[in-house]
């Protein structure tokens, strides 16, 4: 605000009349409903001195100015809080920098995810002709395909990619910039983080159950056993499933904490690190959920599937945690 006001007013003389009309009583009586005035007039008189003498050096003339305005700037949030503050920038004829959204960024990740999704709710039904091709001769077991294709895909889509994208904007919105470039270990990383690592556990498996009972409202109209029965059921599978996401997230940790994200573009390294992560944790859920869930033998599209959208997602997450942070450090190390 100052800044703007010694911009406002670059003359000695314009600063001086400045001054003599904000120690006025007629501006005292402007202000009376928008900053603390007991407060006000305690610091002009502590400035009485300043005040009666302040012509003698153009540097005394400045920190007075300023001085004024931090003031009022105090005086404006001692009253209203920030509510006051913007009508005391708006009485001076200054502005306010703006807000800051703490979701803004994550915009730009939502709409690319949003698209992504999107093409692969309608490409994986429209890609079943080749993996059967490729499957051989043993007929698809899980490929979305025939009447109900679309829903089907839409709902492996929505349980597969889904919770990881939660769990990495959890993530995003909780770690601070300061420590996504401090440098550490895999095992200090961990450690560090385990309290957002298990939140975000516990998100995945809440997504899970939500589903589960929105999966049963669709196929199950009626439940065959009791609903704490059920749930108790699917408490294995869904810890398993939420080892995807945290593990995905341990290695965007990794990734950020090296100081990563500081340089443009992902390293091809991580690339492939998030990828072996992601394939080997939802190979392992798909391997658990055909043996124990479905109690088939390995069926590769179902594993394939799987795999696919888990490594869409976390790709998604990688290069947003790139974006995201790669602005953030650099002006964390400018201010």
């Keep these: 605000m100052s800044i703007q006001l010694l911009a406002k007013h670059p003359s000695d003389a314009d600063r001086i009349k400045q001054i003599q009309q904000w120690t006025s009583p007629v501006w005292e009586n402007d202000l009376r409903n928008i900053v603390d005035l007991s407060f006000y007039d305690t610091e002009l008189k502590r400035r009485a001195n300043a005040l009666s ?14 001085e004024l305005v931090y003031v009022m700037a105090i005086a404006a949030a001692r009253n209203g809080g920030g509510a006051d503050l913007r009508r005391l920038a708006r009485e001076l004829g200054v502005g306010l920098p ?19 999704l999107t093409v692969l709710c309608f490409g994986i039904p429209m890609a079943a002709p080749l993996v059967d091709w490729l499957n051989g001769s043993t007929p698809l077991s899980f490929w979305p395909q ?63 159950y939500a589903q589960l009972i929105s999966d049963y409202g669709i196929y199950n109209p009626y439940l065959r056993s009791a609903p704490i029965q059920l749930f108790a059921s699917w408490i294995p599978y869904n810890i398993t499933h939420s080892i995807i996401s945290v593990s995905v997230c341990v290695v965007l940790l990794h990734y950020l904490s090296r100081g990563e994200a500081k340089t443009p573009g992902v390293s091809i390294i991580y690339i492939l690190a998030i990828a072996a992560v992601a394939l080997t944790a939802s190979c392992f859920y798909g391997l658990v959920r055909l043996r124990y869930d479905f109690k088939v033998g390995v069926t590769l599209d179902y594993l394939f599937i799987v795999c696919l959208l888990n490594l869409v997602a976390a790709m998604i997450a ?10 953030r450090i650099l002006k964390s190390e400018v201010n």
């Design 146 to 208: 025939g009447d109900n294709a679309l829903r089907a895909s839409s709902i492996y889509v929505a349980s597969q990619c889904i919770p990881v994208l939660i769990a990495c904007g959890l993530l995003f919105v909780t770690l601070p910039t300061a420590q996504a470039h401090a440098t550490t270990n895999l095992r200090g990383v961990i450690e560090k983080n385990a309290g957002k690592l298990l939140m975000i556990m516990c998100a995945v498996i809440v997504f899970d």
């Design 318 to 327: 990688l290069f947003m945690s790139q974006s995201l942070y790669h602005g």
């Design 53 to 66: 003498n302040f012509q003698k050096t153009q540097a005394d003339l400045l920190v007075l100015f300023r």
């Design 98 to 116: 703006e807000r800051k959204n703490p979701f803004k960024e994550l915009i730009v990740g939502a709409l690319i995810s949003v698209v992504v």
